[in-house]
């Protein structure tokens, strides 16, 4: 299961209605900021969700509308009294930023790395990332978990497994129930296609998200401007709505989530519009918005 | 006439009703921001004050709760064509982070000059600072008016002066209205005293803030902590709400405002209570909060 929380939806400027871009991808317990901008510890707060359950952060290009949530999360994470190491990817060039990032946070407690952003094989899951094309160095993540053994309800209902247990489970270890040892096989079985999320930062549009994103069950894409903006969305390397489905369209992608909406379009009927007539499945995300899958 | 606008009124981790600590003072059209927290701009948007009117920025030290909303809202100003210069105070070693943010920053297309704090004379008003203890390099400013003459109503409106008019005039320059020109000591007379507003960042108490209060109209003071914890006021240099309190009696200040508000204190009504034993005239700060003097 991934849960996803739109916790900023904006861009440029920020508005009433929506902050600047951020995205917590929750997956078994650990979360994933996609990117994350000025606000995120707040709107992290009002979700509900544990900033202390971040451990990676995945940002796709250095404009303060995705980044400028980092140093005082991290900060709070130090007041926090966080331990646990904390990974932040990024485009070409984010060891650079780095050198300058690190003396204005200062020492957090935890070990703080910055990394380019590569192929990461976190045991149940994999993250990868390509180049895209936003005037500065910038990058899309894939989100996608394995193919995983079902978890057999019944019979885990049967044995008396909950909570924790089943995570344990689930994970491939064994545990103790009373005087009964349980195994993973007890209450596993088959196999479970696992789910694909893919996220394009900014950019224009491009064949390689297309290709990147082929069968994603949810194509999370920048729609900066709308068919009354086309010269612009190519001037600034940004995406129309109708160029963003077009790609979820040429991918396969099972669903359009569009995020980093100007403060311009303000419902961003019309975006959500143009989306829909190449794409169906398209929607316009709000803040605070949660998806599972 | 002094506006003062508590965007942000929470310390260390925000939460759901306060968020990081900025205070814009406006003043003849002119905001001056008091630190620049995380959500500074979306506050300001939500506020309904124009971020292109920021013309200084006076930061009291350098964590993240007290300038995170600086990089992002500078680079908002570039995005909205800001050509006017922008002036970032901030204490001793400001210069040293200087040289990493502006890398952060990238171009701005206007100019953007970092200053150690000190005395500015702005003609109708003067900044000073004064050094604090917080651990780190750390500041208070003091904003005064200077004594004014009077705007004599009546006589304005005898002569049919209004709006941008009666700005000017009152800045010393002549108008013309129709093909009358009236003089500033047209309608000016007498004298006004100017206001006085002190904020102290953060800081454990110290005698120097009382002599820097001193007739202060308003001492906006933090109290981090309550009487219940005295000992982590002492220890992480921060003052308790009694403390902020005896500073603001000691000062003669006229009015206490008490912001940096720990998410440990809910409704800090403790924290009044315990400021109004020692300065009657004390209250805590909400976000969003409009104070005009």
Chains 1, 2 share one sequence.
Do not use: W
């Amino acid at each position: 299961m991934i849960e996803l929380f739109f916790l900023g939806t904006g861009a440029s400027i920020p508005s009433n209605e929506r902050g600047h871009t951020t995205i917590a991808l929750r997956h078994t317990g650990e979360i994933f900021l996609l990117d994350c901008g000025e606000g995120t510890q707040r709107a992290m707060v009002i979700a509900g969700l544990s900033m202390m359950k971040v451990s990676k952060i995945l940002l796709t290009h250095f404009h303060a509308d995705h980044y400028a949530g980092l140093i005082p999360l991290v900060q709070s994470l130090s007041l926090l009294g966080r331990r646990a190491k904390l990974e932040v990817y990024g485009p070409k060039g984010i060891k650079e930023m780095a050198k300058h990032l690190k003396p204005l946070i200062g020492d957090t407690g935890y070990e703080l790395e910055f990394k380019e952003a590569r192929k990461v094989d976190g045991g149940n899951y994999i993250i990868s990332s390509i180049r895209t094309s936003h005037g500065i160095p910038a990058c899309a993540y894939s989100f996608e978990e394995k193919t995983h053994p079902l978890f057999l309800e019944d019979k885990a209902k049967k044995l008396g497994v909950f909570g924790l247990d089943r995570k344990q489970l689930q994970e491939g270890k064994s545990v103790k129930i009373g005087n009964r040892t349980i195994r993973p096989k007890d209450v596993l079985g088959g196999k479970k296609e696992g789910k694909k999320v893919v996220y394009s930062g900014d950019t224009a549009p491009l064949k390689s998200m297309a290709k990147f994103a082929k069968g994603a069950d949810i194509l999370i894409h920048e729609p900066t401007f709308g068919d009354d903006k086309e010269k612009e969305a190519k001037e600034y390397k940004h995406s129309t709505a109708r160029q963003a489905a077009g790609i979820a369209k040429a991918a396969g992608a099972k669903r359009l989530i569009l995020t980093h909406i100007s403060p311009r379009y303000k419902k961003a009927e019309e975006l959500e519009k143009q989306a829909k007539e190449v794409f169906e499945d398209s929607e316009i995300s709000k803040d605070l918005m949660t998806v599972t899958i």
